[in-house]
């Protein structure tokens, strides 16, 4: 906790760490300033004055919270230029860890971006992780009253959102196969009866990687992009792929033939495909090659 830090401050840390995570994901949608955030949170943790750290979570939830919020005010300038669309980092979810305990989905991140840091941070913390107002005020230096309002504002934003229909994960991962089969053989037929009429699809190259530059809305649009790339490159699966779970969807992950790590996620609805994010920006999939190796 201080110079000399004692190996129970270690392990407190370690036991509170997957929920930092957790947070710090939500609050930024990405994986690695969410490791940066908690790397600062630990320094942090340790230089504190033992008086300081009367209950060591509530602490580093407190740390955590506020250094998110610092990072978010720069992070919403860089987006404002962000090259075409911006998706969240893909994390796996296949483990069972605390990120799986509540919604993590691409359509819940995107959700919180159109959120004020300081919505998305009293919503996370009330209504995510079940913290006290008077806990929440503390991390966020405002009144019970104020984050109470803040919390609400959030809420009202978010439960725009279609309900998540439960699903089984290996039905979703039939569909994943066959959208996969589908999109690399142009099978027009097949796609025809996995979309939505009002599908969209949403990529991410981040100036860095060929992506549409804004979304693509509609079955006939979508189907016209998929069978374009199917034309321009050959019909065989790539070498190295794996189907997975991504922020609790059913996906693909693999190399493209540009050789850039690709994620592809679904979000279904009715048994039919209504979202299709593809995150091709090659800092946001680094930290996937180990999963596809």
């Known amino acids: 906790m201080i110079a000399n830090p004692r190996s129970d401050d270690a392990d407190a840390f370690l036991k509170a760490r997957p929920r930092l995570f957790a947070a710090a994901y939500?609050?930024?949608?990405?994986?690695s300033d969410a490791e940066d955030i908690l790397q600062d949170a630990y320094l942090r943790w340790q230089a504190a004055p033992p008086a300081q750290v009367q209950d060591p979570t509530g602490y580093l939830i407190r740390v955590t919270t506020r250094l998110c919020l610092d990072q978010l005010k720069s992070a919403r300038a860089r987006r404002e230029t962000y090259p075409g669309e911006w998706l969240p980092e893909p994390v796996l979810t296949e483990d069972a860890t605390e990120l799986l305990d509540h919604d993590v989905t691409v359509a819940?991140?995107?959700?919180?971006?159109?959120?004020?840091?300081?919505?998305?941070?009293?919503?996370l913390?009330?209504?995510i992780f079940e913290g006290a107002y008077e806990d929440i005020a503390a991390a966020l230096n405002r009144s019970p009253e104020a984050c109470r309002q803040l919390a609400a504002r959030a809420r009202r934003k978010v439960?725009?959102?279609?309900?998540?229909?439960?699903?089984?994960?290996?039905?979703?991962?039939?569909?994943?196969?066959?959208?996969?089969?589908?999109?690399?053989?142009?099978?027009?037929?097949?796609?025809?009866?996995?979309?939505?009429?009002?599908?969209?699809?949403?990529?991410?190259?981040?100036?860095?990687?060929?992506?549409?530059?804004?979304?693509?809305?509609?079955?006939?649009?979508?189907?016209?992009?998929?069978?374009?790339?199917?034309?321009?490159?050959?019909?065989a699966a790539p070498d190295r792929w794996r189907f997975c779970q991504l922020n609790g969807l059913p996906a693909i992950l693999h190399r493209a033939k540009d050789g850039i790590l690709q994620a592809t996620s679904l979000e279904i609805q009715a048994g039919r495909i209504a979202r299709i994010y593809v995150t091709r920006n090659p800092d946001k999939t680094r930290h996937l090659a180990g999963a596809l190796d």
């Open 26 to 31: 939500r609050m930024l949608g990405s994986v």
């Open 108 to 123: 819940l991140l995107l959700a919180l971006e159109r959120l004020s840091p300081l919505e998305r941070a009293a919503f």
């Open 125 to 127: 913390l009330h209504d």
């Open 159 to 235: 439960q725009q959102l279609p309900p998540k229909e439960p699903e089984r994960p290996e039905q979703g991962q039939e569909m994943a196969k066959a959208f996969f089969r589908a999109s690399r053989t142009g099978d027009m037929a097949s796609l025809t009866r996995m979309l939505t009429q009002d599908v969209r699809l949403i990529s991410d190259g981040g100036g860095k990687a060929m992506a549409a530059l804004n979304p693509i809305y509609g079955r006939e649009k979508v189907q016209r992009l998929i069978e374009g790339i199917a034309r321009k490159f050959d019909q």
